[in-house]
């Protein structure tokens, strides 16, 4: 059997997010399984880094497999590249050692946050962002993300169930806030997310920016541990996995 | 009465072109003025700077209506993006001089033609761009854009009804072809442009770069006058117009 890698794109729009689920079959998880399994002959089941939620857009998801096929690499790229529908693409395929996998090995993630400043919409990439015209203080968003970065307990900014006795700890090692034009791109850099972190985080910065939370509530929001001090979670459309990073190249056995 | 010029961008996928037509009311021109009509009470017209075939988009159209209305230039805008679909955006709206005409006083155009030249898709951009993996040579496409640029008959170029006494002469002042990643990226700037021969021009360089025409045909095509020698017309999703170019500024009157 041998091991492979897959790195996928994909516009969220009109899917369930990423995982399998039960009978509902519209999941990325679940269209690249379809495919693989009718090139393989025989059910393959992918591992990917993590769960995106409906409607989140992933730049570079990654995703293992266990299979023996009689193609290269470039083959099954190729063949899930004309099979896929659309809206999701192999960007890369490569055979990695057998212990690899794409969640258990990921050692951090990137994902991008994207706001259309402005009252003029972009129509182009409408799908990818989220429209607030409301004037922002970037300063204030710089500061307030100072005190996001770090390893804290992000309870509060997550959608957890709190009955759950898993870890509530991350550690952020970078978030990045930079006007482009009439975009407002928040980069989040860290060893791991809760689930609705990032857009939880979002929509805290963005309440900072319009004066709604002020930088130094950030440390009081963390400490509470309590999900209603922290901003709304911010829409789906805004959010994509930029990047998931693993320790060490695993090209090739 | 006051004139006022708009600037329009438009994700063209799901519209039949810029232009009215009739009863086919799916059109960027048929629901701008349905919402500036509704703005204002009265049935407004409007008058782009040339049509856009069913399929194809613009980063800045331009067109232009005459009204007298209670609102700032600024509000008209916003008004319009509050009530068009999210495909269609007004990003700028300015009063001008009387005489001014979107199709009259234009004395270019730039159009844009995006190629995602990999098997691999584009799934952000794929509404934008037409995929072709074909290896292409893009020092014959200079060459051959060189032959294309200057003064000529482009009835080769056009789908234009034969029996139509108009001049096809035009003016290409620039072709510019570069590659950007996996994009093949070919702009277009001249004086007017004759049905389809953007589309055509892409398909005819686009058949150069694969070999198929050699860049010493261009001559011969030009010279033919005859629609069957030049490229294939390319599919409408690649085409973005990008500007509309005017002589003299006509902010204020």
Redesign the interface.
Known sequence: MKNYKLTI???GSRYNGWQRQGNTSNTIQQKLEDVLSRMAGHAIEIHGAGRTDAGV?A?AQTAHFKAQLPLTPQEI??YL?QYLP??????ACEIVPERFHARLNAIGKHYRYRIQNS????????K?MVQDAAALDLNAMHRAAEFLCGTHDFRAFSSVNRRFKKSTVRTLTRIEIERIGAEIRMDFYGDGFLYNMVRILAGTLLAVGKGEISPTDIPVILDSLDRQYAGITMPPAGLTLMEVFYDTPHNQE
């Open positions: 794109a994909y516009d857009h730049a790229q190729n590249n659309s809206d999701i693409a192999i960007t009252t003029v919409p972009n129509v182009f990439e409408r990818y």
